[in-house]
């Protein structure tokens, strides 16, 4: 398989690669495999094959480009995916409740080691997202470290950032916020993968029940989004809902026009 990622798409000046689709079907229950030296059923280890994908790929990445880090992505995989790529929530559908679980889903992600993730933005199946929809979905994904709009609708239409010319100016701010923002991101993710912080924690109800967080961390609650300690975001979740500004305690300043903005 390193040869192939190599010869198929390193060569052909791809810098990383993508393991999509890796979840495998076994339809015959009773299969059986080399288990490392011990048949085991194929069932036991599904989980196992795309981690294996993975760790080819970005092992040859570092061969081909010792130079630079790996960057890589899978659809799916098993405890230990974070030590090689970044992933995402998988085919969600468009909905406000979708945007609400999505949240809460990068959470629990975050909690248990899997900081490096998103969510397709606008949903990828279902009918395109209105406009309010859309540009809440666009706001609250460009704080997570994986940010995408990706769409397979039922309607047979393309979820594009422009999609909306009314809200495009609003589209256009959230992105370029988000471009602003990736070297303290990117910083934070380095930050994370050596010293095992999350890049997504809880607040203190949480943190007492884990152990002792660092504070180079991203801090989703709901629609609220803080990447502590130099932004905080707070999107609505909800149909017709404006953004209610909410900050930990300290010294928070607005970004841009520096201001001052009161904790709580």
């Not at 390193?10 to 080399?34: K, P, Y």
Request: hydrophobic letters at 35%.
């Amino acid at each position: 398989m390193q040869d192939g990622v190599t010869h198929q798409l390193l060569e052909m000046g791809i810098d990383s690669t993508w393991n999509d689709n890796n979840e495998f079907e076994v339809w015959d229950g009773e299969a059986r495999c080399h288990g490392f030296g011990q048949s085991i059923a194929i069932k036991h280890i599904r989980p196992v094959m795309p981690l294996l994908m993975m760790r080819a790929s970005m092992e040859a990445q570092q061969r081909f480009a010792p130079q630079k880090r790996p960057y890589l992505i899978s659809r799916s995989g098993c405890a230990g995916m974070q030590r090689y790529v970044q992933t995402w929530s998988g085919d969600n559908r468009t909905s406000w409740e979708t945007l609400r679980y999505n949240t809460r889903m990068g959470l629990g992600m975050s909690l248990s080691g899997l900081y490096n993730v998103g969510h397709d933005v606008g949903g990828f199946s279902g009918d395109k997202p209105d406009a309010e929809l859309f540009v809440r979905w666009v706001q609250n994904g460009v704080m997570h470290p994986r940010f995408t709009i990706h769409s397979w609708n039922d309607d047979q239409t393309v979820n594009e950032a422009w999609m909306y010319p009314g809200v495009t100016p609003a589209i256009r701010s959230a992105i370029e916020l988000r471009y602003r923002l990736l070297p303290y991101l990117y910083t934070l993710l380095w930050q994370a993968t050596p010293t095992m912080s999350r890049c997504c924690d809880q607040r203190s109800s949480i943190m007492n029940t884990i152990r002792k967080p660092l504070k180079s961390a991203m801090i989703s609650c709901w629609g609220a989004i803080c990447w502590s300690p130099a932004s905080s975001n707070r999107t609505s979740v909800s149909a017709g809902c404006g953004c209610r500004k909410t900050a930990p305690a300290g010294t928070i300043f607005i970004a841009g026009s520096g201001s001052p903005l009161a904790s709580g």
